[in-house]
């Protein structure tokens, strides 16, 4: 168990302590209000080099990740995977190790292969690596960034603090993950911090859309999706990833809006205070109803937003950080 | 924020005696009071005064300090709270502080900026405070209110109000809130 991600690499959130998590969340809301400010920057990463490697497509996560080095006055190396030399062949090793020689402290990457980021972290164990989705595997700033947004909203509700709060507005908080299980890493992630921080997960998939590992998650599989929507506090949607062939897990995307996507129909079953979240980018009319998204309860855009100050949070706590005690 | 002040020791390695006081709470209440006044002197009036408190030890005596002023001067004199932690200059040496909120809602361009802080020791979190305050604008002037220097400066920084002046020596620590201000020594361990 990681007990701080401070001086470290963040790979996964499987083995992130709870209260690893609450001090992402609590450093990110500090970074919240450098956000508002008329000059979004900080000087805490001044002559740090992080290097941005995205071997596929990304708009959000690479965009906030850049965006959080910048405000925190670190240097970005960006490699278009598309037109560099990993076109030409490249291993990721050598790739990996050409980008080491021009002398760098952080790697933000994103890579088809689950592992990838474990991997690299080997390559360069004097770099921190900060995974931003490998494969089917992780995506552990998504699964924070989601957990923040979580305590947010909560915290904003009853007019609380959301620092102050910790962990405690999780405490059996009923959140109920659809939709493409089996290929998403966000739902690994986001399950990994939901439950750590003390929510009740369940999970509702067509069966061929469920990981056939599911019995040992931390999770309960629904019978139906129906009754389960007036189960949830907080309801999370997931992307049918076409790009790995999630098309041919259901038999037509028709019957998946109609058996497992959030259509206006069913969003009437929700809580009135039901919590919408997706991830991005969404397939409108296919897991989602474009009304339905765009209701006063999905806070998607906020999902969105709060990329930059979690990832400003990982970002300080990993590369700023050293392994010793905390000062007050 | 004295305790980050503290030279580069690992904070588990500190075991204290137990502490002196040295200023009551009725010391460091007339301290304040005189304090508000020396700041209203200085800038002829509290019209242009802004007091920045430093999280996190600065806090209370902004607070105070900012509801005097509004006594004496009538005037209610805007007030915010800065966290330096992402300006320090020792982040790669010392251990990422816990950070805490910044609420300054004000343009602090052409005000008389007061920040306030506990125990001005070596001068560091000052600097980082002046780095962190051009961010709200360019100030007419920054002054510098502390309850104690402790002395030890680093930096050519030098208050302009002090609550009291206690030379200390660097095996010595000083806790001060509004319940008044403590010495303690470190035993060797």
Redesign the interface.
Known sequence: MIQTI?GQNLLSLDNVSREAIVEVL??A??FV??NR???K????LKGRVVASLFFEESTRTRLSFETAAKR?SADVLSLAVASSSVKKGESLRDTIATIDALGIDAVVMRHQSSGAALQVSRYVPHVHVINAGDGLHQHPTQGLLDAFTIRQVLAERMGASG?ESGSELFHGLRILIVGDIRHSRVARSDIAAYVTLGAQVRVAAPGTLLPTDIENWPVTVVDSFDEALEWADVVGLLRLQRERGSGSFVPSLGEFTQTFGLTVERAKKLRPSAIIMHPGPMNRGVEIDSRVADLPEAVIERQVANGVPIRMAVL??TV???K????? | MSSNDKPQTPRNDLAFSSKNQLLSHDDVARALKRMAHEIVERNHSAEKVSIIGLQTGGEPFATKLADILDEISGVKVPFGLLDVSFYRDDLSRNPVPRSAATTIDHDLTDRAVVLVDDVLFTGRTIRAALNALSDWGRPRSVQLAVMVDRGHRELPIRPDYVGKNLPTSLDEAITANLDGVWISKREPS
Request: net charge negative.
């Open positions: 401070r609590d450093t809301e500090s209000e450098v400010r008329s000059i920057k900080v000087p805490a925190l620092v300080y706590l700023a950080g050293s010793e005690e905390v000062v007050s």
